[in-house]
């Protein structure tokens, strides 16, 4: 079971995030400010944590910044009632792994923390798991039904990306930025040239599909699930 | 024009003086030679002292009275004005002053007097127009929750009934939030001549983006996308023009059926940027395409719940604020098109 740590000085919507949150299967500690979600963090273990930005003492992205200082991984969720932009972009700079923006939407910040628990979770296994499909990141290596298949390094960097998202659409700028480089030289078409590839070397598999939504990029979706 | 009337300002006081001096002398000279002929005044007389003094007196009396009784009518309408100002002050927007002045200059004044207060009324209305509108923009959904939750209370209720009136209550606290984030918004635009943060950005993608944020509202309704994006390399506020992007495609999703298509088009040419979003949906009236662009305008009265007439008002002050254009083609049931364009 997961343990989440909800910092918010407010104890009405304290209480309703615990409350969601252990309706859905976490088991949660709340804090009421920077200082004592420190505390928290020092005597119990901790798989993420929420937290309000602005609070007394020590606020969100303090708190935040704290963290990672003190070399601690764990996904942060921010949850504030600005939305400007800077403030978005303080928040990641500060460390942060997802914002949410009050008054924010409960099934949301579920659905939201599920995925920052997977991707961490991909992220210290480093590999990822879709029906029979296992891809694993530090070889580059697809096993279809325990076959091993070694991918080029960007198909892979590719597949894995699209997979660690299943269902969400990715647009051809922002796989390009990622994985070949902001100020990479190839054009867009290169990544039509590799989803392509990864088509038909996928053919076969029973696990997932890459999808074209026209005019705005790619997806993959589980197949039969 | 007919100005027969109207003098001018200068004029009138140097006739007024003329005139005060004139009758002044003649009285004055009637009155020596009254005295003459009485005998209170010989010519002869040794000294002419006492008789010149007698008659400046005399004549200073007569001036000082004609001034008092012709000053009154030039100073009459500055009076008034003065008056009017007092209670413009307290806050009396209806008061009016005369505009057929005989004088040139207060005729103008009090013209000009009567526009200012048409002006300030007209803010006034504006302000109060504001104020009910926003109390009335948040009393709807607060009632509508309000009620539902009253609803809720009582026991003998369905999962299916419990369900739609929190769903109910959900869309109202949503819409709740809107308006107040839109509302922040527009008084933060209002509030600045010229955008500040800008850099290069790909609009292209943004467009992208957006559909992406939205994609939820437009699978839903199974709606097909035609998009045309050539690339384009954008100087401005990224995250202001992608408010302008959500709101317009949140449009074009929001009024248009199930199945229906939106079409995106974006492109460059030499001098400007355009794009324009089109769409299939209920369209707008020529009547209410004139007033899409107001604060809580909204023309399609069965939807008010889902808006709250607030998000082309933000697009429009954005669009105007980064020096583009904005503009709307719409025929009722066959579609709409916003189309933007900014000079380069
Ligand atoms: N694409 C469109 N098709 C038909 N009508 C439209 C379209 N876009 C806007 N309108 C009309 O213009 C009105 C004003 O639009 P606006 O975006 O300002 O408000 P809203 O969408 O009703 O609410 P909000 O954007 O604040 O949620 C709408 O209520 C609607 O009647
Ligand atoms: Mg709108």
Redesign the pocket.
């Known amino acids: 079971m997961f343990t989440i740590l909800v910092v918010e000085d407010d104890d009405n919507l304290r209480k309703l995030f615990c409350t969601v949150l252990n309706k859905n299967g976490y088991q949660t500690i709340d804090a009421k400010d920077g200082y004592e979600a420190l505390d928290c963090m020092d005597k119990n273990y901790v798989d993420l944590l929420i937290s309000d930005v602005m609070m007394p003492n020590m606020d969100g992205y303090e708190l935040t910044r704290e963290l990672r200082a003190a070399h601690y991984e764990i996904p942060i969720l921010l949850i504030t009632v600005k939305e400007s932009f800077q403030d978005k972009q303080k928040g990641f700079l500060s460390g942060t792994d997802d914002y949410m923006v009050k008054p924010i939407d409960v099934n949301e910040m579920v659905l939201r923390v599920e995925a920052l628990l997977r991707r961490a979770q991909i992220i210290t296994e480093r590999k990822l798991t879709i029906g029979s499909t296992i891809l694993e990141y530090d070889t580059l290596t697809v096993f279809q039904n325990k076959l091993p298949i070694l991918l080029p390094q960007k198909e892979f960097y590719l597949l894995y990306k699209l997979a660690s998202y299943p269902n969400k659409i990715f647009t051809r700028q922002s796989i390009m930025d990622e994985i070949w480089g902001m100020d990479s030289e190839s054009d867009e078409r290169t990544v039509d040239v590799h989803v392509n590839r990864l088509r038909d070397r996928f053919k076969e598999n029973q696990d997932f599909d890459i999808i074209t939504v026209r005019g705005l990029g790619y997806k993959v979706v589980k197949k039969n699930v | 024009m007919f100005r027969k009337s109207n003098i001018n300002l200068w004029l009138t006081f140097v006739l007024t003086v003329f005139f005060i001096m004139l009758f002044s002398t003649i009285l004055i000279g009637i009155i020596a030679i009254l005295m003459i002929h009485l005998g209170y005044l010989a010519p002869t007389d040794k000294s002419p002292i006492t008789p010149m003094f007698l008659l400046l007196l005399l004549s200073t009396c007569v001036g000082t009275i004609f001034s008092m009784l012709s000053g009154n009518v030039i100073l009459k309408p500055i009076r008034k004005f003065s008056k009017a100002i007092n209670l413009v002050a307290k806050g009396d927007f209806t008061i009016q002053l005369e505009e057929n002045q005989k004088i040139h200059e207060i005729n103008e004044m009090a013209k000009n007097f009567n526009k200012m207060v048409a002006e300030l009324s007209s803010i006034e209305t504006l302000r109060n127009d504001f104020i009910t509108n926003v109390s009335h923009e948040f009393k709807t959904p607060l009632s509508t929750i309000d009620g539902y939750v009253t609803l809720l209370q009582s026991e003998d209720l369905t999962t299916e009934q419990k369900q739609s009136y929190i769903n109910i209550i959900m869309g109202s606290t949503r819409q709740l939030s ?1 308006l107040t984030s ?1 509302i922040l918004k527009i008084s933060k635009l209002e509030n600045q001549d010229r955008i500040l943060i800008k850099k290069l950005f790909s609009l292209d993608e943004q467009i992208r983006q957006s559909l992406l944020l939205l994609e939820n509202k437009w699978n839903e309704k199974n709606i097909n996308l035609e998009l045309e994006l050539s690339p384009i390399i954008f100087y401005g506020n990224e995250e202001l023009m992608m408010q302008v992007f959500i ?1 317009l495609i ?3 999703i ?2 248009t059926p199930k199945n229906g298509e939106i079409k995106i088009n974006a492109y460059k040419t030499d001098y400007a940027v355009s794009i324009s979003i089109s ?1 299939n ?4 009236s020529p009547e209410m395409q004139r007033h ?1 662009f107001e604060k809580f ?4 009265k069965s ?1 008010l719940s ?8 933000l697009v429009k002050h954005i669009v105007d604020l980064s020096g583009g254009k904005i503009k709307v083609d ?1 025929k009722l049931t066959i579609g ?1 098109t916003f189309t933007i364009t900014f000079p380069i």
């Not at chain 2, 949906?281 to 707008?284: C, R, V």
């Not at chain 2, 889902?306 to 008002?313: D, Y």
Request: aromatic content about 6%; glycine content about 18%.
């Open positions: 809107n839109n709101n949140d449009n074009a929001k009024f769409d949906g209920i369209g707008i899409i305008y909204q023309s399609d939807r889902e808006g709250n007439g607030l998000g082309l008002t719409s709409t």
